[in-house]
T-cell receptor, first 114, second 113 residues
Framework: GENVEQHPSTLSVQEGDSAVIKCTYSDSASNYFPWYKQELGKRPQLIIDIRSNVGEKKDQRIAVTLNKTAKHFSLHITETQPEDSAVYFCAASLIYNQGGKLIFGQGTELSVKP | EAQVTQNPRYLITVTGKKLTVTCSQNMNHEYMSWYRQDPGLGLRQIYYSMNVEVTDKGDVPEGYKVSRKEKRNFPLILESPSPNQTSLYFC????????????FGPGTRLTVL
């Protein structure tokens, strides 16, 4: 089955710097890669996703890149702000599969210092 | 308001005492899932359901049961809870197909003594 590895487990940056979180997956059939943000004490929420037919997707200060050959994808946050501090989870799945079966990475705790 | 609700939000129980955590969604979603969240392990899927009366095991189903008798509800049952099931549990729903975004409930903090 699918396995997702996420690195680093913790990341500390200064406000205004960029942050990069990386994930690798094992199942080459996976074609949907979402990223979720979980603020302290809150539920995870989708922030961006990418499908295997594109290599990059941007939404304001966040972007995700996908390398299907190497089976890895990354989250890039530019001009970080204190409100970006949270735990970020990557995930992989098959669209049109058995309905939302997602395999999550272990999570990255991002701390943005003012 | 579109939402996923879970009850209870907090529960402390003892080993072996059967319990049920309820989950309900009002978005008419086909798919529902249960996850547990443990430090350093991320979110691990317990069970998922593709429709009424259709469920399947996730990655960590041992010690759990689910049922999907109505589209909106997906309860999680622990027949004989053990301390290793102490965790934060999330229910989630999604529209399925190309709409794979998971909408999570607020979470249930379970402690088994």
């Amino acid at each position: 089955g699918e396995n997702v590895e996420q690195h680093p487990s913790t990341l500390s940056v200064q406000e205004g710097d960029s942050a990069v979180i990386k994930c690798t997956y094992s199942d080459s059939a996976s074609n949907y890669f979402p990223w979720y943000k979980q603020e302290l004490g809150k539920r995870p929420q989708l922030i961006i996703d990418i499908r295997s037919n594109v290599g990059e997707k941007k939404d304001q200060r966040i972007a995700v890149t996908l390398n299907k050959t190497a089976k890895h994808f990354s989250l890039h946050i530019t001009e970080t702000q204190p409100e970006d501090s949270a735990v970020y989870f990557c995930a992989a799945s098959l669209i049109y599969n058995q309905g939302g079966k997602l395999i999550f990475g272990q999570g990255t705790e991002l701390s943005v210092k003012p | 308001e579109a939402q996923v609700t879970q009850n209870p939000r907090y529960l402390i129980t003892v080993t072996g005492k059967k319990l049920t955590v309820t989950c309900s969604q009002n978005m008419n979603h086909e798919y529902m899932s249960w996850y547990r969240q443990d430090p350093g392990l991320g979110l691990r899927q317990i069970y998922y359901s593709m429709n009424v009366e259709v469920t399947d095991k996730g990655d960590v189903p041992e010690g759990y049961k689910v049922s999907r008798k109505e589209k909106r509800n997906f309860p999680l049952i622990l027949e004989s809870p053990s301390p290793n099931q102490t965790s934060l549990y999330f229910c989630a729903s999604s529209g399925g197909g190309s709409y794979n975004e998971q909408f999570f409930g607020p979470g249930t903090r379970l402690t088994v003594l």
